[in-house]
């Protein structure tokens, strides 16, 4: 079954940090790009950032830039997401999600894991 | 990166058809045939319903179709059914491997 599992979700203070995990199975995960996309409690959603398969090209919502940081490591079939100088603003469920080359689109998602940034 | 234009709301009875309007500029939905549409219900991963602005995925019902005009796709769900309920959101590919979604719209079900 293809299936992608988020991991890392916590309660943060604003200017802390965390560290987002996303497990690929079920597909080969080398050969697709993933996205992170977060949605703040009652809002929609939110594109944060893309890697391509081989990690040559990754992006970033200018909302992130400078302080999240996408990786991902085939060998563990996974994808991070580390964020530091965390604001009340990044509050969110976040997903990790599959963009096949065929397609531009969002084809597999996650089951999102929650971020609280809160005093 | 400003979200696309979606209607907050939308309704229509069973049976009937509706249609969902997302406007953008030319450095997305205008500048690419990248549209694709997502269902969410409540506390769920959104789900892929169309793709490439026309494109159904396998599994989709046929009820559900894409189109796109300049700047402005459309999804239009024919055939309402009660479990069509939740909400919608477009996404365009904006430059690259960039993405910018619609701020969502709610379907209600009459």
């Known amino acids: 079954e293809v299936q992608l599992v988020e991991s890392g979700g916590d309660l943060v203070k604003p200017g802390g940090s965390l560290r987002l995990s996303c497990a690929a199975s079920?597909?080969?995960?080398?050969?697709?790009?993933m996205n992170w996309v977060r949605q703040a409690p009652g809002k929609g959603l939110e594109w944060v950032s893309s890697i391509s398969h081989s990690s040559t090209y990754i992006y970033y919502a200018d909302s992130v830039k400078g302080r999240f940081t996408i990786s991902r490591d085939s060998a563990k079939n996974s994808l991070y997401l580390q964020m530091s100088s965390l604001r009340a603003e990044d509050t969110a469920v976040y997903y990790c999600?599959?963009?096949?080359?065929?397609?531009?689109?969002?084809?597999?998602w996650g089951q999102g894991t929650m971020v609280t940034v809160s005093s | 990166q400003s979200a696309l234009t979606q209607p907050r709301s939308v309704s229509g009875s069973p049976g009937q058809s509706v249609t969902i309007s997302c406007t953008g500029t030319s450095s997305d939905v205008g500048g690419y045939n990248s549209v694709s549409w997502y269902q969410q219900h409540p506390g769920k991963a959104p789900k892929l319903m169309i793709y490439?602005?026309?494109q159904r995925p396998s599994g989709v019902p046929d009820r559900f179709s894409g189109s796109k005009s300049g700047y402005t796709a459309s999804l239009t769900i024919s055939g309402l059914q009660a479990e069509d309920e939740a909400d919608y959101y477009c996404c365009s590919n904006a430059g690259s491997y960039t993405s910018v979604f619609g701020g969502g719209t709610k379907l209600t079900v009459l």
């Open positions: 490439d602005v026309s």
């Open positions: 999600a599959r963009r096949p080359a065929a397609i531009d689109a969002f084809d597999i």
């Open positions: 079920g597909f080969t995960f080398s050969s697709y790009s």
